[in-house]
């Protein structure tokens, strides 16, 4: 019946010479035929089915290998037997299942069709689900426009770091914990230790930063549950920062400092890039210079202060090699005029600072410097070096896989789609997703869109 729908043409040429013993096709006919069956040499057995002629008919193979019959690789029939031959050889790779089929089907075209009827086995995707992305977001706003430094802040936890208790040689040693602080608009960064992993200890953290920095609009921080699996240090973290005491405690301090926090979807660490890429720079520093040596908590708020610095003299774009180009800007530049690293000089290329007070001129500095961001940094935003575009698409009602990091592939549970939160530019990022144990928020990159058979 398949071929009759699919080959239809072609039988009715081969019908006047259907033969039982020969399998030789008159090239006349195979001129009729065309491509690409033509190649295939193709004949009508005694029971009026379509089997491939070819070059193998003084092979010891069996009959059905050496003249296997022909297939349209657009039916549903032929998705059946591929999808049952991909089961029978134990949901084997393409390859396989594709040499397992010859010995009794030639399908026409047909390693495309098995390619897409084995990426969408559920089985097999359960097992190597295929990473889903949505393209990438346009910039918040609090990275494109003007503000004061550290107006919208991003806050992120790193350590621990062992301390000696100490000047003196001595055993005992003490953990202490690092906050480090982002400026959302200049990548400005600032740090804070914390002698002890607690509420009050954080909330003393933030508040020397506030003390020195001012009180921020806006912050945002990572949601606790991004701590999970990513090592047994940071365990100490998670149970702190997961807390319903913390986040009820850090609520309300920032309600009476009139500061704005927000926290990113749980396990959706690129979120919040701008301060995951803060911490993995100073951990760079540190590592190098710390090595396996114990400082006091004096000794590194030192250092941990000219490791603060020196990000902080960073310029925030790739500048020229040119000598007569002028400098890039860095983030220092919004703090104090200058970068840190850099020794105080008094400025002559422009008579008119001279002329200035130290006040004005700063503030020129200052000026000058959001000047540059927009002609020079701005732009570079513009690129989208990833994501360029979605592999997949949130829905409503949709049954999809939820990866999970401490829970073996095989036994990652099939959860439907219950609310999905779209962007400003329409595309859903997050979704909430219902399981058997509650309703969670998860990103698009936790989550497998299995195929609709």
């Known amino acids: 019946m398949v071929q009759k729908e699919r080959f239809s043409k072609e039988i009715d040429?081969?019908?006047?010479?259907?033969?039982?013993?020969?399998?030789?096709?008159?090239?006349?006919?195979?001129?009729?035929?065309?491509?690409?069956?033509?190649?295939?040499?193709?004949?009508?057995?005694?029971?009026?089915?379509?089997?491939?002629?070819?070059?193998?008919?003084?092979?010891?193979?069996?009959?059905?290998?050496?003249?296997?019959?022909?297939?349209?690789?657009?039916?549903?029939?032929?998705?059946?037997?591929?999808?049952?031959?991909?089961?029978?050889?134990?949901?084997?790779?393409?390859?396989?299942?594709?040499?397992?089929?010859?010995?009794?089907?030639?399908?026409?075209?047909?390693?495309?069709?098995?390619?897409g009827i084995i990426h969408r086995c559920v089985t097999c995707i359960r097992h190597s689900p295929q990473d889903s992305h949505a393209k990438m977001a346009d910039m918040p706003d609090v990275r494109v426009n003007e503000s004061p430094a550290f107006c919208h802040t991003g806050v992120d936890f790193f350590g621990p770091i062992l301390?000696?208790?100490?000047?003196?040689?001595?055993?005992?040693?003490?953990?202490?914990?690092g906050c480090v602080f982002v400026c959302m608009v200049s990548k400005a960064v600032h740090i804070e230790i914390a002698v002890d992993l607690s509420t009050e200890g954080f909330l003393a953290a933030l508040s020397r930063f506030i003390h020195r920095r001012g009180t921020p609009e806006r912050v945002f921080s990572d949601n606790g549950t991004n701590f999970v699996g990513a090592n047994r240090e940071l365990t100490e973290i998670y149970k702190l920062v997961d807390s319903r005491e913390f986040k009820q405690t850090v609520g309300n301090y920032a309600l009476s400092k009139k500061i704005d926090w927000e926290f990113n979807p749980a396990l959706s660490p690129h979120f919040g890039g701008l301060w995951e890429a803060a911490v993995k720079s100073f951990k760079h520093h540190l590592k190098r210079v710390l090595g396996d040596k114990k400082l006091t908590y004096e000794q590194l708020n030192t250092l941990v202060i000219e490791i603060e610095a020196i990000l902080n003299s960073r310029p925030l774009y790739t500048f020229s090699a040119d000598q007569n180009d002028p400098l890039a800007i860095t983030p220092a530049h919004l703090l104090i005029g200058r970068p840190f690293t850099v020794l105080p000089e008094p400025n002559l290329l422009s008579v008119p600072d001279n002329r200035l007070s130290v006040y004005n001129f700063i503030t020129k500095a200052r000026q000058d410097f959001w000047k540059k961001w927009h002609k020079e940094y701005l732009h570079e935003l513009q690129v989208r070096n990833k994501w360029q575009s979605s592999t997949a698409e949130l829905k409503v009602g949709s049954v999809v896989l939820l990866l999970e990091d401490n829970v073996a592939c095989a036994r990652w549970p099939l959860v439907v789609i219950v609310e999905i939160f779209p962007g400003s530019d329409g595309i859903a990022r997050v979704a909430s997703v219902k399981t058997a144990n509650g309703v969670y928020k998860r990103n698009i990159t936790r989550l497998c869109i299995l195929p609709i058979m």
């Open 163 to 177: 301390i000696k208790e100490k000047k003196d040689r001595n055993k005992t040693f003490i953990k202490t914990y």
């Open 13 to 115: 040429i081969l019908k006047p010479i259907l033969k039982t013993s020969s399998n030789e096709t008159p090239v006349s006919l195979l001129k009729k035929i065309g491509k690409p069956l033509s190649k295939l040499s193709p004949f009508l057995d005694e029971h009026g089915l379509l089997r491939v002629g070819g070059r193998l008919k003084k092979s010891d193979l069996a009959y059905d290998t050496k003249h296997p019959l022909l297939l349209s690789s657009q039916h549903h029939l032929t998705d059946i037997i591929i999808r049952e031959i991909h089961e029978r050889t134990k949901h084997a790779g393409i390859s396989l299942t594709f040499y397992t089929l010859r010995e009794r089907f030639w399908i026409i075209n047909g390693k495309h069709q098995i390619r």
